[in-house]
């Protein structure tokens, strides 16, 4: 009788079945090789349109009651950075991270997509890090030829995770993608038979390779009933009550992988295209990006969070007014999120561009400053070190990395 | 590059089935498609009457509840109440998502079913609170399925005018700033939302590389006030809500000084359903999405003709990419989505329909909606409107497989009672042109469970 895989058993017998797994291709574990750094890299791609200037409310601005009524109505719990900018109450929580040092924002940013507003195009070009879409469609990710051109960094250590295949980390350098919830139990004899099917097939058969050898890694077994709960309620709601879970445990996944070898995560969220109501619609986004940034923090551990910087960055800011149903339509600025222990300080970036209508790109959105691209670089140069060549030409090839906004410690 | 009956069914079906027996032909084919509807009518869903009977009840206990929450009962009887009738309610709903399971596994008229998929796909919406979330089956009935080889203007005014696309768009809140609504309520201060306007020419008909520019989605926002859904679930024009006077997109004037009316939002969709953009857009996609992931250039071509020779006919389209060589090409790229996957594998191993509709709601979660949502595809609810993705390289995710893989090793075991001898269902599957290491992975399997998922994992049978 052949010995049955489980991840379970993975974990517990690893050592005994050790040998014959390792003979397998198809099972070989995904080696945590150590990095020759310890600074930890966290991007998250926030989908929909993240309305910065609703997260950030230039209270300093006199037409803001004007052009955003509703949404600048009352501001009960929200907290007063600097420069005239007060924090969305939803973000309330993160208030120690920002006493701490640990929270930056950088406003007017944007990529250099403009005026067709399409999400789509938009997410593609943030992940793709290029200046176009146009022309061949260039199909690997920043984040990717990053890690691609970092020396003696073993790509393994790399991980995105999620439900959802991401751009920004597509490319030749491998990452693995993976969310905690699937599991599989098939005898050696099977694995064998399977990766002989597979053989003319190099796509399926590495995509399998690795599944095999990161359900090894991956922790604990199957669903249990509360996880299969959460994942009836996330069919019947996707936005609803499972989801909310669904974003906490990314997270935490995230942090375990961070506490230990991996040192560069990246994930998105989503919900950020508040059309409609906006003071009710930002609130569940916003809350799971904060719970999000404070479960990597808790879980993380002191030393890796010390090491480690969050990059929170969104297609395309919201219009500067208000549309007709109490939510923001697509603009162009936006508003970057940054927090981690290797900040150097808290603090709001970027340099703002006011928002009377000449000072309004297309007299209707807030007017970009700066590429969010050389943000990302700097934190790319900033956590591994990389030349600003490199950043230049091959990673965001066209940008100037400009003086060093001396984002770490 | 010819017609073949088991190439017919894996890529313009939901795949071979041992009991059905595949098309014969292009001619065969067609000729299913235009004519009556069986399986709609054999697993039929029940009329929209019957749906909306059941919101209005969701919604008389919601506002008791609401009522109640405000009086400072919040867990009081009227809570009860309506937590019990959602309970009680989820089957029924549930059952509509399993008729249309059924009529993918056990239809005659694979490409129907699919088409289906296509254009709900295209068109995807999907409800925002309780009351439009069980009327998600039934848009795709009313508004998707009976277009799907008629004219695309018919379709689109059908989708994009349909309460649910209205609803998930935000066009129910869009207002023209000045109309007689907005003036008569300065404090509300309601205006325009561009959301359904932008999508209508991004998705749903030029297409983002098409020739419009932002001024023309404002434009179209101001044409599309008025028109909203009801709480009825039904299509109102309210004059209104409507922005007076003449809008321009794309360099034509629709409306003007008199009373605004629905006909100028029907008129302006029946612009873009003809527009060549349209067409480029809609050809490229149905070849991506049943051929390959980078089509032939001269079948795109010709499938943009025939739409553009005959007004947007959907079914003259179809008819030029089946028969077009390049359709028939041997090697199989795409990769199945998850949906068409876990539906040709049912199809495969003839899960009889009692045996389907025995299904209670935790069944159905358990075989089909908890797995098609690991494997990245929550039924049929994608959670933008731009659908689920059409790049096979979205689907070949390590995750993915792991997930199909699971639901391989442990579905069929329950929902196929005997489970096939791996060595016919093989033959069942993949008809004639079985590779050789499947053929001795089926035959070679420790157990009747791992070779049916052998098979139900070989490329052969994950690319169409």
Request: glycine share 8%; with cysteine.
């Amino acid at each position: 009788m052949s010995k049955r895989l489980t991840r379970r058993n993975f974990l517990t017998q690893g050592a005994a079945i050790g040998c014959s797994v390792a003979a397998s291709p198809l099972l070989t574990p995904v080696s945590f090789a150590a990095a020759p750094t310890d600074n930890r890299l966290v991007v998250i791609v926030l989908r929909g349109g993240l309305d910065g200037l609703d997260l950030l409310r230039p209270r300093q601005e006199a037409l803001l009651p004007v052009l955003r009524p509703t949404l600048s109505a009352g501001n009960k719990g929200e907290i007063p950075l600097e420069g005239g900018f007060g924090l969305h109450p939803e973000c309330a929580p993160l208030y120690p991270l920002w006493q701490a040092g640990q929270l930056a924002f950088v406003n007017a940013v944007s990529t250099p997509y403009r005026d067709k507003r399409s999400h789509f195009d938009g997410q593609d070009l943030l992940e793709a890090g290029i200046a176009s879409i146009e022309g061949d469609g260039v199909r690997d990710g920043w984040l990717n030829r990053a890690i691609g051109t970092m020396k003696g960094v073993d790509v393994q250590t790399a991980y995105a995770i999620g439900t959802e295949p991401m751009l920004l980390s597509r490319g030749d350098a491998e990452i693995t993608s993976w969310s905690p919830d699937v599991d599989f139990i098939l005898s050696q004899q099977g694995v064998a038979l399977m990766q002989n099917t597979l053989r003319g097939d190099p796509e399926m058969s590495a995509a399998m390779a690795t599944a095999m050898g990161l359900a090894s890694k991956s922790g604990e077994g199957t669903m249990d009933a509360t996880e299969l709960e959460e994942a009836m309620d996330m069919m019947m709601d996707p936005a609803g009550k499972g989801a909310r879970g669904a974003h906490v445990r990314v997270a935490e996944f995230a942090a375990d992988r961070l506490r230990e070898d991996a040192r560069i995560a990246c994930f998105s969220l989503g919900g950020w295209d508040t059309h409609f109501r906006q003071s009710n619609t930002l609130r569940t986004p916003l809350r799971r990006l904060v719970n999000t940034l404070l479960t990597l923090h808790n879980r993380m551990g002191a030393a890796a969070w010390q090491r480690t910087t969050v990059v929170a960055m969104t297609e395309f800011g919201r219009t500067a007014a208000e549309n007709g149903t109490k939510g923001t339509d697509h603009g162009t600025g936006g508003a970057m999120v940054l927090a981690g222990g290797a900040l150097r300080k808290s603090g709001v970036y970027g340099q703002w561009p006011g928002m009377d209508e000449a000072a309004l790109y297309k007299r209707r959105d807030l007017m970009p400053t700066d590429d969010v691209r050389r943000w990302a670089a700097w934190a790319l140069r900033s956590s591994f070190g990389l030349e600003r060549s490199l950043l230049e030409t091959e990673v965001f090839p066209g940008i100037e990395l400009g003086d060093d906004p001396r984002l770490l410690a | 590059m010819s017609f073949s009956s088991t190439l017919a069914a894996h890529r313009f079906g939901y795949g071979l089935s041992p009991e059905i027996a595949p098309p014969k032909s292009v001619n065969a084919m067609l000729r299913a498609l235009r004519g009556r509807d069986r399986a709609a009518k054999q697993f039929a869903l029940p009329p929209v009457s019957d749906v909306h009977a059941l919101t209005d009840e969701i919604r008389q206990l919601q506002r008791a509840r609401r009522k109640a929450q405000k009086a400072g009962r919040d867990n009081g009887p009227e809570h009860a109440a309506f937590e019990a009738f959602k309970k009680a309610s989820r089957p029924e709903i549930l059952r509509w998502t399993a008729q249309g399971v059924l009529r993918r596994v056990w239809s005659e008229d694979g490409l129907r079913e699919r088409l289906v998929d296509f254009w709900a796909d295209h068109f995807a919406a999907r409800g925002k609170n309780y009351s439009f979330r069980t009327n998600e089956a039934h848009y795709a009935e009313t508004a998707i399925r009976p277009y799907i080889s008629g004219k695309f203007a018919d379709l689109l005014e059908a989708a994009v005018l349909h309460p649910m696309m209205l609803h998930f768009l935000d066009q129910n809140a869009s207002v023209g700033p000045n109309s007689p609504f907005a003036q008569q309520r300065p404090k509300q201060e309601r205006g325009l939302n561009e959301n359904l306007a932008r999508e209508i020419l991004e998705l749903h008909t030029l297409g983002v590389g098409g020739a419009y520019e932002q001024k023309d989605v404002r434009q179209l926002a101001k044409l599309l006030t008025g028109v909203r859904a009801n709480f009825d679930i039904a299509l109102q024009f309210e004059p209104r809500r409507a922005e007076p006077g003449a809008e321009t997109v794309l360099g034509r004037s629709y409306g003007g000084a008199e009373r605004a009316k629905l006909e100028d939002v029907q008129a302006v969709l029946r612009d873009l359903a003809v527009h060549p953009d349209t067409a480029a857009h809609l050809a490229q996609k149905m070849a991506v999405h049943f051929v390959a992931d980078t089509p032939d250039t001269d079948l795109v071509a010709s499938m943009k003709a025939a739409y553009l020779e005959t007004d947007g006919d959907l079914s003259a389209m179809t008819e030029a990419m089946l028969r077009h060589p390049a359709a028939w090409q041997v090697a199989r790229h795409n990769f199945k989505q998850p949906m068409t996957f876990l539906c040709s594998a049912l199809r495969g191993l003839a899960v009889p329909v009692a045996r389907l509709e025995a299904l209670q709601g935790g069944g159905l979660q358990r075989y089909v909606g908890a797995p098609l949502r690991t494997m990245g595809q929550p039924l049929g609810k994608p959670l933008g409107p731009d659908g689920f993705s059409e790049t096979d390289g979205h689907w070949l995710s390590p995750q993915g497989l792991a997930a199909r893989l699971q639901w391989s090793l442990s579905a069929p075991v329950d929902l196929a009672r005997p489970l096939p001898d791996p060595r016919r269902f093989v033959l069942d599957v993949l008809g004639e042109d079985v590779p050789k290491e499947v053929l001795f992975a089926a035959k070679a399997a420790e157990s009747r469970r791992e070779g049916v998922a052998l098979v139900l994992m070989s490329p052969a049978f994950q690319r169409m």
